[in-house]
Structure formats: structure tokens, C-alpha cells
């Protein structure tokens, strides 16, 4: 069996389909009884770091205009099929709409550009709604990482859930509980502190998060929040936010956290708090509990899915519940050390060498 896997459009973007499809590649790597039937395939002449038993297949695109949707239809299909693959996997949603000679694997994370469309440029919610499903239509197989969106993506593009196949993301080595290292980066962070991770964008909610801050300091929380992560689209203007409740001395912008940084990050804050408005799988959630840290986080989409019984669930749209769920969180050590000992057991249970067992599975199942 001679299966590819596109790498193109995720090379450059450090966040939640990078860490999916190079995660899986690298397990994959890791496994010799799946390494050695798999490829790489994209227009892009470079390998993808780090893989040392999966070779690499360039198809290069006459341009890259519009090239997440002119390569895997006119390029990708003629050109898999001379060379005789009989699987070709898309990791992320720019997928093949025409026919193809080989068998077709397309991953969706969420449809969240069609159930949120106010949190999505006007190009993602047009490729969502008009060409996904096409997409998903031509597909033989579509892999997704929780039960939440299998049932939107089911809905949405209105395709039988017996095609969709649920595969649950791993959580890498790396994260573990109090992560030992010093750099310039870890001396700069103060002692106690809250944390928030993830793509600064519309769905992750933070200006409800700021406002809940706000109360919760107003009661007595001493604790700084800080947020990582790189700013997405459609940002609210988060400094005039905590300007309005004056948190200037209390909120930290880290701006883009490089990889390395991250565990002791986590392992350092005295808990979590993710409370996303709409999650296909949430990976901070399980990259903090690996660490040892508590959580808090929404009790919509995928979210209860992956946190189980080891986080505190709310409201994301109820900034009160928000700041309740903080205070408690702060006040109880005991609390605390039970959501840290419920979330290191709830991380061991995801595996990316899993992950990629898994996905093989569908693979042996087409051909």
C-alpha cells in the first residue's frame, strides 16, 4: 500500500492543524510498520523537519495563487495517480473535489467557519459553505478529532456519518509536570499566575475572559493572568479592554510562545482557564493537564469531550460563572490538587502513537 500525505499547507502556521498533521507525521515516523508505505506529498521542495524514515514527493504548483485550491485539483490527482498511490491523505481542509484514481482521506477538524461565520474571515466561511462539501462529497474517508465535530460536520455538509471516522489527537512527550529549565523567557515570568494559550482570535472568547478577570480581581483574586499565543483574525482590541478595567499592571500579552517554552509555562501557572466559545478538539486543554496543571474550560462543543471529569466546566458566555469558577479554583488547594491528579490520568489516556494507529486503520480499510 503506497499512501501520501500532504504536508503543503500546514508548514507555516505553528498552531492547531500544524501540531495535528506534523504530530501525526512524526508518530508515523516513529512507527516501522507504518513508516515505510508512507510519503509526503506537496508542491513544496522541502521535507518536513525531522522525519527521518518518510521520504518526501514534490509536485510543484505552476504558481501558488490560489494554491490550496488549484493543486489538489488540478495538480495532486494527476500526478498521485502516475505514481501509483493508492491513498492520498489531506491533513488539514483544502481537499480534492474532482475524481481521482486513488482513494481519498480528507481530515476536518471542526466546521466552526459555518457554525460561527462571525469568527472567520469571509474566504474561510465561503470555502466552508460552497466547496467543503464537494470535498467531503468525493471523499472516501473523513477524519476528525472528536465526537462534537463529527456530529457539525455531519449536519452542516450533510454527508453520512458512517464516512466520518473519529480519531482523538495524543499529547505530546514533552509535556510534563514541572518542567525544569531556565532561560531568559521562564525568568521573566512572575511567580503566580493564571494562563491562557492559544491563537488570539475571535472564538476563543478573551474579551469575556478579561471582563471575568476583572470581576474576579475585584473580589480578591491576586493571581496576574497571562495570555500566549499569536495574534489570529479578527483580534478585539484587547489592550483597550484591559485599559477599561484597569488591568495594565495585571495582564500580560506573551505574544507567539515558542514550543520549547511551553511546558514549564503550564507546569508554572497556578491553573488554566480556556474558556473557548467553539473547540473541534481544544489541545491546550491537554497540553496543561500533562503538566499538572488544573483547568477550567467551556461546557460546549468538543470541550467536556477531551477535559472529562478532570476540569471545571462553564459558561463560556456567562462572564460571571467565569469569574466564579476562577475565585473557587483560587481559594481551594484541595481543588486544585484533584483536577491536577484527574488531569495528569485523563493526558496519559491520548497518545499520538495511537493517533496514528488509528488513522492507518482507515487507510487499510479503503484498500
Same mark, same amino acid.
Given at each position: 500500500?503506497?499512501?501520501g500525505?500532504t504536508?503543503?499547507?500546514f508548514?507555516?502556521?505553528?498552531?492547531?492543524?500544524?501540531v495535528y498533521?506534523?504530530?501525526?507525521?512524526?508518530?508515523f515516523?516513529?512507527?516501522h510498520?507504518?513508516?515505510?508505505?508512507?510519503?509526503?506529498?506537496?508542491?513544496?521542495?522541502?521535507?518536513?523537519?525531522?522525519?527521518r524514515?518518510?521520504? &518526501?514527493?514534490?509536485?510543484?504548483?505552476?504558481?501558488?495563487?490560489?494554491?490550496?485550491?488549484v493543486?489538489?485539483? !488540478?495538480?495532486?490527482?494527476?500526478?498521485?495517480?502516475r505514481?501509483?498511490?493508492?491513498?492520498i491523505?489531506?491533513?488539514?481542509? *483544502?481537499?480534492?473535489?474532482?475524481p481521482?484514481k *486513488?482513494?481519498?482521506?480528507?481530515?476536518?477538524t471542526?466546521?466552526?467557519?459555518l457554525?460561527?461565520?462571525?469568527? &472567520?474571515?469571509?474566504?474561510?466561511?465561503?470555502? &466552508?459553505? *460552497?466547496?467543503?462539501p464537494?470535498?467531503?462529497?468525493?471523499?472516501?474517508?473523513v477524519v476528525?478529532?472528536s &465526537?462534537?465535530?463529527?456530529?457539525?460536520i455531519?449536519?452542516?455538509?450533510?454527508?453520512?456519518?458512517?464516512?466520518?471516522?473519529?480519531?482523538?489527537?495524543?499529547?505530546?512527550?514533552?509535556?510534563?509536570?514541572?518542567?525544569?529549565?531556565?532561560?531568559?523567557?521562564?525568568?521573566?515570568?512572575?511567580?503566580? *499566575?493564571?494562563?491562557?494559550?492559544?491563537?488570539l482570535?475571535?472564538?476563543?472568547?478573551?474579551?469575556?475572559?478579561l471582563?471575568?478577570y476583572?470581576?474576579a480581581?475585584?473580589?480578591? !483574586?491576586? !493571581?496576574?493572568?497571562?495570555?500566549?499565543?499569536?495574534?489570529g483574525?479578527?483580534l478585539?482590541?484587547?489592550?483597550g479592554?484591559?485599559?477599561?478595567?484597569?488591568?495594565e499592571?495585571?495582564?500580560?500579552?506573551?505574544?507567539?510562545?515558542?514550543d520549547?517554552?511551553?511546558?514549564?509555562?503550564?507546569s508554572?501557572?497556578?491553573?488554566?482557564?480556556?474558556?473557548?466559545?467553539?473547540?473541534?478538539?481544544?489541545?491546550?486543554?491537554?497540553e496543561?493537564?500533562?503538566?499538572?496543571?488544573?483547568?477550567i474550560?467551556?461546557n460546549?462543543?468538543?470541550m467536556?469531550?477531551?477535559?472529562?471529569?478532570?476540569?471545571?466546566?462553564?459558561?463560556? !458566555?456567562?462572564?460571571?460563572?467565569?469569574a466564579?469558577?476562577?475565585?473557587e479554583?483560587a481559594?481551594?488547594?484541595?481543588?486544585?490538587d484533584?483536577?491536577?491528579?484527574?488531569?495528569?490520568?485523563?493526558?496519559?489516556?491520548?497518545?499520538?502513537?495511537?493517533?496514528?494507529?488509528?488513522?492507518?486503520?482507515?487507510?487499510?480499510?479503503?484498500?
Amino acid at each position: 500500500m503506497k499512501i501520501g500525505i500532504t504536508s503543503a499547507f500546514f508548514r507555516n502556521y505553528r498552531a492547531g492543524t500544524w501540531v495535528y498533521a506534523n504530530s501525526l507525521l512524526q508518530a508515523f515516523d516513529g512507527l516501522h510498520e507504518c513508516a515505510d508505505s508512507i510519503s509526503t506529498v506537496d508542491f513544496l521542495g522541502a521535507s518536513v523537519t525531522g522525519l527521518r524514515n518518510i521520504p &518526501h514527493v514534490a509536485y510543484p504548483a505552476a504558481s501558488n495563487k490560489l494554491a490550496k485550491i488549484v493543486w489538489p485539483n !488540478l495538480v495532486l490527482p494527476r500526478r498521485a495517480a502516475r505514481d501509483n498511490f493508492d491513498v492520498i491523505h489531506a491533513t488539514t481542509h *483544502y481537499g480534492t473535489f474532482v475524481p481521482c484514481k *486513488y482513494r481519498n482521506v480528507i481530515t476536518v477538524t471542526d466546521v466552526s467557519p459555518l457554525l460561527h461565520p462571525e469568527t &472567520h474571515g469571509r474566504g474561510q466561511v465561503m470555502y &466552508h459553505r *460552497y466547496l467543503l462539501p464537494l470535498v467531503l462529497k468525493r471523499a472516501d474517508a473523513v477524519v476528525t478529532i472528536s &465526537h462534537s465535530s463529527k456530529k457539525d460536520i455531519v449536519a452542516c455538509c450533510r454527508i453520512g456519518e458512517e464516512k466520518v471516522h473519529v480519531i482523538h489527537l495524543g499529547v505530546d512527550g514533552k509535556f510534563v509536570p514541572a518542567a525544569a529549565g531556565e532561560s531568559p523567557f521562564t525568568r521573566s515570568l512572575p511567580e503566580r *499566575y493564571i494562563l491562557n494559550i492559544g491563537t488570539l482570535e475571535a472564538r476563543k472568547n478573551l474579551p469575556r475572559l478579561l471582563e471575568a478577570y476583572a470581576i474576579a480581581r475585584g473580589k480578591g !483574586l491576586d !493571581l496576574k493572568l497571562l495570555i500566549g499565543g499569536a495574534p489570529g483574525w479578527r483580534l478585539s482590541n484587547l489592550a483597550g479592554i484591559v485599559e477599561k478595567f484597569k488591568l495594565e499592571k495585571d495582564v500580560v500579552f506573551l505574544g507567539f510562545v515558542e514550543d520549547a517554552d511551553l511546558p514549564v509555562l503550564y507546569s508554572r501557572a497556578s491553573y488554566f482557564v480556556y474558556p473557548s466559545i467553539y473547540e473541534g478538539f481544544g489541545m491546550p486543554l491537554l497540553e496543561a493537564m500533562a503538566c499538572g496543571t488544573p483547568v477550567i474550560t467551556s461546557n460546549c462543543s468538543s470541550m467536556p469531550e477531551v477535559a472529562g471529569d478532570a476540569a471545571l466546566l462553564v459558561d463560556p !458566555l456567562d462572564v460571571t460563572d467565569i469569574a466564579d469558577r476562577m475565585l473557587e479554583l483560587a481559594g481551594s488547594p484541595d481543588l486544585r490538587d484533584r483536577l491536577r491528579s484527574a488531569g495528569l490520568a485523563r493526558a496519559a489516556r491520548f497518545s499520538w502513537r495511537e493517533t496514528a494507529r488509528r488513522t492507518m486503520d482507515v487507510y487499510r480499510g479503503l484498500v
